[in-house]
């Protein structure tokens, strides 16, 4: 049977008080459906709280937009991997572009990061993408490959085994332009025989950058999207139920 992975990605929005009322919409209309999985990222300061609401829900999981690599100490304003854990997140966001593009984090400070969130235990969602001057310029592969390599190059394959995979080429996020599930499947199918090639059974590899309720079927329907990643179309309760239940009925 064919998984699927839906992820939320809430960005800068939803305090805890509005996290526990878009759950309560969301949860109302939610049926958990074999072999489909729905993640939710909300803003650190919400992670409890989607945790807290959604614990006894089957194919539920919260998780943490970012974290810092050291585990504890000195570092004003950072939350690390294991305090993320603490407040329930099971999976952790890594180098998601606007982390990369708006904030400079580095490829080394992905790979920072990712060993930090192996180390608590939790799952990485590697976001990889190309921006739109790389893409016209014939730089996709290069610039995936080059993502992968820094942050997973050094990794043994049975700690590859827990990764996912996002690719979110940079100019379709926030754009309402997404990449065609033809594209998408293209540097799916490069991203797959890298993992493979270092010894990655099963990945999983979801598409990100302006997935809606109207192209998600499109987008799903290609057999290499393993899910998708989903920023503005997730903040509407009502509008994601629909997006998770996407070709199930
Ligand atoms: P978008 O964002 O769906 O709003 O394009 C996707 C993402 O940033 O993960």
Same mark, same amino acid.
């Given at each position: ?103 400079? $984090?580095?490829? =080394?400070?992905? /790979?920072?990061?990712?060993?930090? *969130?192996?180390? +608590?235990? %939790?799952? @990485? ?92 079927? $499109?987008?799903? =329907?290609?057999? /290499?999207?393993?899910?998708?990643? *989903?920023?503005? +179309?997730? %903040?509407? @309760? ?12």
């Amino acid at each position: 049977m064919r998984r699927l992975l839906f992820v939320a990605n809430w960005k800068t929005h939803l305090g805890p008080d509005e996290a526990r009322a878009y759950l309560k919409t969301f949860l109302a209309q939610y049926r958990p459906t074999e072999g489909r999985e729905v993640w939710f990222f909300p803003p650190a300061v919400s992670v409890e709280a989607v945790a807290q609401t959604i614990r006894h829900q089957a194919g539920l999981l919260a998780g943490a937009q970012n974290v810092y690599w050291e585990p504890k100490g000195a570092f004003t304003g950072e939350i690390s991997a294991p305090l993320a854990a603490a407040a329930g997140a099971r999976a952790v966001l890594i180098g998601h572009s606007e982390r990369r593009h708006v904030f400079g $984090e580095s490829d =080394a400070d992905t /790979e920072r990061k990712l060993s930090a *969130v192996l180390d +608590a235990k %939790l799952v @990485p969602v590697l976001c990889v993408g190309e921006t739109l001057a790389e893409r016209e310029a014939g730089q996709t592969l290069g610039v995936v490959t080059r993502q992968l390599e820094a942050a997973l190059g050094r990794r043994q394959p049975a700690a590859l085994q827990h990764v996912t995979v996002a690719y979110e080429p940079v100019w379709a996020i926030g754009t309402g332009k997404n990449a065609t599930p033809h594209d998408a499947a293209d540097v799916h199918r490069d991203i797959r025989r890298w993992l493979a090639a270092r010894g990655a059974k099963t990945p999983r590899i979801l598409y990100g950058g302006s997935v809606n309720l109207k192209n998600a079927a $499109e987008l799903l =329907a290609e057999r /290499e999207l393993d899910g998708v990643l *989903v920023g503005g +179309a997730s %903040l509407d @309760p009502e509008a994601w139920g629909a997006l998770v239940r996407t070709a199930a009925d």
